[in-house]
């Protein structure tokens, strides 16, 4: 086997249900890098599996978890020496294998046993390369040890005792079907967060809300230049100034029924 072509000591994996739209390009991606991938579905209803595997996957059923343990179920599953994990709706880009292989033909790759890749966001067909979503630091390739600290959304790797750095290999993230789906998800991710943020014991004032949401818009749309991606990333940034504003506001909620 040629060694630009050559499979990589890593596995693959992917969390997924009712992602067959988007699962046979993310595999695709893994496949010809991985010396397995493996799709950990949750009762998917569609062609997901079917899809996964065809694609290169070995894929296997887990009920649903929750974000952080589902994704530990899945690591546990790794054979292989590295896990690079990602969700149904990214994929690694072209040059990604190339830069990979790089990396473990130098022994760079021994460097740090956790390793940060680049990922750009799509929102309905545009890129955004601005706004702090063209190359946001993910920690997506890891030594199998690691899991995922307990969380309901947004969970992060356990980096205790690991040595972290960043690797110049990009993702592709589609992050949404249609507008209405988005801000649904968004709006659910909000609620998790305030039920998970109120049982830690964090408050939210009467002027977070507003005051975070203010915030984010002026960081990403504006200083750092989230308007240059043009109107479509308007929209996604005003529906991410929401997401801010709904989490806090539903956190102060919480606490004021109790």
Request: hydrophobic share 45%; glycine share 6%; proline share 3%.
């Amino acid at each position: 086997m040629r060694a630009d072509t050559a499979k990589l000591p890593i596995s693959g994996v992917v969390i997924a249900k009712n992602e067959a739209d988007r699962i046979g390009r993310c595999v695709a991606s893994l496949a010809p890098v991985c010396s397995e991938v493996i799709v950990l579905d949750s009762g998917s209803e569609d062609a997901t599996a079917a899809v996964a595997a065809a694609a290169g996957a070995r894929v296997e059923q887990q009920p649903w978890l929750g974000f952080a343990a589902q994704k530990n179920a899945a690591i546990a599953r790794a054979a292989q020496p590295w896990v690079l994990l990602l969700d149904a709706d990214e994929w690694l880009d072209a040059d990604a294998g190339s830069r990979l292989r790089a990396s473990f033909e130098s022994g760079e790759i021994e460097n740090a046993d956790v390793w940060r890749l680049l990922r750009r966001t799509h929102f309905l067909g545009a890129p955004l390369d601005h706004g702090g979503w063209g190359r946001e630091k993910v920690e997506r390739l890891f030594r199998p040890q690691l899991r995922y600290l307990p969380a309901d959304v947004h969970e992060k790797l356990d980096l205790s005792g690991s040595r972290a750095a960043t690797l110049d290999v990009r993702i592709e993230h589609d992050t949404a079907r249609s507008y209405d789906e988005y801000a649904a998800k968004l709006r659910r991710y909000a609620a998790l967060w305030a039920q998970q943020k109120r049982a830690e014991g964090r408050r939210a004032g009467a002027l977070s809300a507003p005051l975070h949401a203010a915030a984010y818009w002026i960081k990403n749309f504006v200083l750092r230049g989230g308007f240059l991606d043009g109107p479509m990333a308007a929209r996604y940034h005003a529906l991410h100034a929401r997401y801010v504003y709904d989490k806090y506001r539903l956190l102060r909620v919480l606490w004021e029924r109790l």
